[in-house]
């Protein structure tokens, strides 16, 4: 079992939907969640981090985390085609307190017109 | 700097050659971590720095590798005798406070041929 699951995707979406990516974890004693975006080609970029029960909202983004079904989850409203790219969920390994982070292999997110 | 530079950004080299891979962190950040991401396979933890200490490298594949950072700040990742699976993208990232909070360098291609 992997440590760090996210569905591969493709996900398809039209513009203007709701784009909803799914990431479980097994480690139990993680405390940090991080969602990370990765144009192709390009390196990833951080763009949001979760560390409490329940959402978090920064702009069109929502981060949801459930601690006790080891469920972390990015909601993207009103998609655009420009947030075509592969959304990679992290988690911070319990136990660590520096930062060290375990990274899903991506969900592969395309936004069509 | 205002980000995280890395040189270079394309190396390809021969089997059986050393390469140095050069990390320039934000200015001020003290954490600085080094990721590997091969084709189809998600980032793969190397190494963290803090300060000038590494106080994990248990991500090093092998003792062909190896890293040090020097005046708190620049970071060079050495592979030896490099072999074609060494193949893949290097990534360094740096966090003020060792959270997992990164900021990504462009990365560094490695071709191993």
């Known amino acids: 079992q992997k440590e760090v699951e996210q569905n591969s995707g493709p996900l398809s979406v039209p513009e203007g939907a709701i784009a909803s990516l799914n990431c479980t974890y097994s480690?139990?004693?993680?405390?940090?969640f991080f969602w990370y975006r990765q144009y192709s080609g390009k390196s990833p970029e951080l763009i949001m981090f979760?560390?409490?029960?329940g959402d978090k909202e920064d702009g069109r983004f929502t981060a949801q985390l459930n601690k006790a079904s080891q469920y972390v989850s990015l909601l993207i409203r009103d998609s655009q085609p420009s947030d075509s790219a592969t959304y990679l969920c992290?988690?911070?390994?319990?136990?660590?307190?520096?930062?060290?982070?375990?990274f899903g292999q991506g969900t592969i997110l395309t936004v069509h017109p | 700097g205002a980000g995280v530079s890395q040189s270079p950004s394309n190396k390809v080299t021969e089997k059986g050659k050393d390469v140095e891979l050069r990390c320039d962190p934000i200015?001020?950040?003290?954490?600085l971590y080094w990721y590997r991401q091969s084709l189809g396979q998600g980032l793969e933890f190397l190494i963290y720095?803090?300060?000038?200490?590494?106080?994990?490298k248990s991500g090093l594949p092998s003792d062909r590798f190896s890293a040090e950072r020097t005046g708190g700040s620049v970071s060079t990742l050495t592979i030896q005798r490099t072999q074609q699976e060494d193949s893949a993208v290097y990534l360094c990232?740096?966090?003020?406070?060792?959270?997992?909070?990164?900021?990504f360098g462009s990365g560094t291609r490695l071709t191993v041929v």
């Open positions: 990232a740096s966090s003020p406070s060792g959270s997992g909070g990164y900021t």
């Open positions: 480690d139990r004693g993680s405390q940090s």
């Open positions: 979760i560390y409490s029960n």
């Open positions: 992290a988690v911070e390994a319990g136990g660590t307190s520096y930062g060290k982070l375990t």
């Open positions: 200015s001020g950040h003290t954490a």
């Open positions: 720095f803090q300060g000038n200490s590494a106080p994990d």
